[in-house]
């Protein structure tokens, strides 16, 4: 499958090359002129497939006079792969940035809707900074979709999303597209073209981020003030006693006792009942925060605030927060003010935003060892593309050891042994708290070194241009250097290049591969090894049930024999164990995300009904609108009167106060209406609400404001409630996920949950017209604008 496409590629790539000639021998304006020309091509009906050649050739001749830069041939190639919609497998320091330059030259000549997603928003300035200026010399409009700092105004979204080619994050696009959807006004919706995507660092997006869904907070929920009482009645609790965890370290529940505990605690009876179930979820929550979430680990604490950490790199996750409460949990836990919780206005995964691209594609150093999920999920190929040169780097077997401090220790000597060749050390490591220690460690061998964490990131380009040094010792996360080379000095090239050492495998051998990747490039030479042992955070929680039996002998052993300490295991039967363990977290993750997925699916086809709903009430004329008020009111009317305990006096004169008019005159009721059957009542209401939306269009005489108004009351419905359904849907995920008991599957029951919940709220949006519609209050302004004050 790959070398079919690969050979297809090379030839166009030969082709490309046979070209170049051709335009090197232009003068600055001819090259300039070919945007022009190529344009022409396709407003003629040539397809843009047929351009590739001369397009490409082109821009790699204007990459050539505008930035020195001359693509490799291997990069053409990587530039042919992503044109046609794959993930190209490019290793560490093969020039992606140069790569992309050519597919989005190409795809920017059809006009707006091309992207280029980074992981962050530094990556797309740098980039966009770099190469703009090719694009820019070409006659293509180029913009960045995120501000450069955060003392910077916001952006100009029209100017942005107006370009032939974005530069932008995951994250902002993502918000810019849930954000769009809650406009007023067509000219208010900005990303309105998915043309092309080129997703730098593919994986880390499409994969390790896809777990954790974009949600638009919106208006907080009513403030509990259980998150404190709950963190102090958990703290005083014994494990073993109280709660239990699981061997995998995952879960954690209450014992029997640790219920009446509880419930003496707070001197109540039958916690487990629903008049006490939301103090019950609030201990929960504590417990988890407490016992499942560790500080510099799963987050930080910087100023006062909880920041997520991404367990892939060890990013600090900007603007993200853990949903249902357990966000304030740990806040409790960490004695820092508590936020509020809120509402989801929207939400939507990566899988479903970047799946709305007519193309998509992506670059990264690892992707194979995911094809399959890729394949899936994406309907995209993975293609490795050579490197420029062979890879000189050699990856050694891991040494496994029976503890961590063994791990350590035996790590040290090999990093000691580096500096006395003046060789430039990478220790990666699998959390903040794993770096400091480690750094600590060093500090106390008196060996200078800079440490890379979410803690220092500020430095991070600063910690990564010193890191190819002879001599430099560099402790970091896995965050280090996507998206940044190590280059090596002449002395460490000579010395043998860089030593990457890793200390515990990654949740993913993809990950692994990445840290591995940052040694050798471009031909350079290297080494890389990992130091793992049967402590470690994947194997506790992911090795086949059998290992903590054994691992616990293997300690009890080591504790009579200290000379044997550091000394590794030498059996293969312990390389499996860590390769299985890897290969189970590997599996969970994938079914995780799936299961993600399924779920938003189901979202997905509520969110594009309602989208669409609220586009044709943007574009709708006047006869429209009028249309789905006529509609709002028979509903309303018919779900009223086909309860029948709704009609007598009492009931009827509720709705009509709450729904129709503040001000009605009870004293007119009687005589205008005789008896309560369905028909009578039915064409009471009707003349009632007639005669009241003709009062609304006599306040209101101008058609203009009067078409606008009518537009907000039916948006202002609509919003109101898919705010009210999403937070819903948020939650009761949260729900179904603990009924896996019986024959139920999860995702059927949110299923029919779900869309029980989306007739409901179809039934409330249709009464929110009426309600915003006649019960508004109207402030006329002195410059003749009105204000309005819903309901």
């Keep these: 499958m790959r070398d079919k496409h690969l050979k297809k590629y090379k030839k166009i790539a030969d082709r490309i090359v046979k070209l170049l000639p051709t335009y090197r021998a232009m003068s600055d304006s001819e090259l300039q002129k070919q945007t022009m020309l190529l344009r022409e091509r396709v407003k003629n009906g040539e397809k843009i497939e047929k351009l590739l050649p001369a397009a490409y050739a082109v821009v790699a001749e204007a990459d050539r006079r505008v930035l020195g830069l001359e693509p490799y041939y291997v990069q053409i190639l990587g530039g042919i792969a992503l044109f046609f919609g794959n993930v190209a497998e490019m290793k560490t320091g093969e020039g992606k940035t140069l790569t992309a330059t050519m597919p989005m030259y190409l795809r920017g000549i059809m006009g707006k809707g091309n992207f280029l997603i980074t992981s962050n928003s530094y990556l797309a300035w740098r980039d966009a900074e770099e190469v703009g200026k090719v694009y820019r010399w070409l006659g293509l409009t180029i913009s960045v979709g995120v501000p450069k700092d955060a003392s910077e105004e916001e952006i100009d979204k029209e100017a942005v999303y107006g370009s032939d080619i974005v530069y932008t994050t995951h994250s902002a696009l993502g918000f810019d597209y849930l954000f769009d959807n809650l406009a007023t006004t067509i000219e208010e919706q900005y990303v309105n073209k998915f043309n092309y995507v080129l997703i730098d660092e593919i994986d880390a997006i499409l994969l390790d981020m896809a777990q954790t869904p974009l949600i638009i907070s919106g208006a907080p929920k009513v403030q509990s003030n259980l998150f404190e009482t709950s963190d102090w009645f958990v703290k005083s609790l014994r494990e073993g006693e109280d709660f239990l965890r699981s061997e995998d370290k995952r879960n954690v529940w209450f014992t029997d006792d640790g219920i009446v505990k509880a419930e003496t605690y707070f001197g109540i009876q039958g916690i487990l009942t629903e008049e006490w179930r939301d103090l019950y979820r609030h201990l929960v929550l504590s417990l988890r925060a407490n016992q499942l979430l560790e500080e510099n680990r799963d987050y930080v604490v910087e100023e006062g605030e909880i920041l997520l950490l991404d367990e892939a790199n060890g990013r600090k996750l900007i603007g993200t927060k853990l949903q249902a409460g357990l966000h304030q949990a740990i806040e409790a836990k960490e004695g820092v003010e508590i936020t509020n919780e809120t509402r989801s206005m929207g939400s939507i995964t990566y899988q479903n935003l970047f799946k709305k691209f007519k193309i998509l594609s992506g670059m990264t150093g690892t992707a ?405 519609l006649l019960l508004s209050d109207l402030v006329y302004n002195s410059d003749g604008s009105i204000d309005v004050d819903f309901p």
């Design 368 to 772: 194979k060892t995911d094809a399959e999920e890729f394949r899936e999920t994406y309907n995209v190929n993975v293609i490795q593309i050579p490197t420029n040169k062979p890879i000189k780097r050699v990856d050694h077997a891991d040494e496994v050891y029976v503890t961590n401090k063994a791990k350590v220790l035996s790590s040290l000597r090999v990093v000691k042994d580096a500096l006395q060749k003046d060789r430039p050390v990478l220790v990666e490591t699998g959390s903040v708290a794993m770096s400091n220690l480690y750094s600590l460690l060093l500090l106390q061998q008196k060996i200078p070194h800079n440490i890379l964490n979410a803690t220092t990131v500020a430095k991070e380009s600063l910690i990564v241009s010193e890191a190819g040094r002879k001599g430099a010792v560099t402790v970091a996360t896995s965050m280090a250097g996507r998206g940044t080379d190590i280059k090596l000095d002449e002395e460490a090239r000579k010395n043998g290049g860089l030593l990457v050492l890793g200390t515990e495998r990654m949740t993913s051998d993809r990950i692994d591969y990445q840290l591995r990747g940052r040694a050798g490039r471009q031909g350079d030479p290297g080494d890389t090894i990992f130091f793992v042992s049967m402590e470690d955070k994947i194997v506790v929680e992911s090795a086949p049930k059998w290992v903590a039996k054994s691992r616990k002998k293997l300690i009890e052993k080591n504790e009579h024999a200290p000379s044997s300490d550091n000394q590794p295991l030498n059996e293969k039967k312990y390389e499996k164990i860590i390769n299985k363990s890897q290969a189970n977290r590997k599996n969970q993750e994938v079914e995780s995300r799936k299961n993600i997925l399924e779920y938003d699916e189901i979202i997905s086809v509520q969110r594009e009904k309602i989208y669409s709903a609220r586009n044709n009430v943007m574009e709708g004329s006047i006869i429209f609108l009028e249309e789905l008020i006529q509609r709002a009111k028979s509903q309303v009317i018919e779900a009223f009167v086909s309860n029948k305990n709704n009609l007598n006096r009492n009931e009827l004169i509720d709705f009509i106060y709450n729904n129709i008019q503040y001000n009605f005159d009870s004293s007119l009721f009687d005589q205008e209406l005789k008896e309560y059957s369905k028909k009578s009542v039915t064409e009471y209401l009707n003349m009632l609400i007639a005669r009241q939306i003709e009062e609304v269009q006599i306040k209101i005489p101008d058609s203009f404001q009067q078409l606008y108004f009518k537009r907000i009351v039916i948006l202002k419905a609509v919003d109101a409630m898919w705010i009210e359904q999403s937070d819903n849907l948020q939650q009761l995920k949260s729900v179904v996920n603990g009924r896996s008991w019986g024959q139920h599957r999860p995702i059927y029951e949110f299923q029919i949950e779900a869309r029980r919940s989306f007739f409901e709220m179809k039934e409330e949006i249709w009464l929110n017209i009426l309600r915003n």
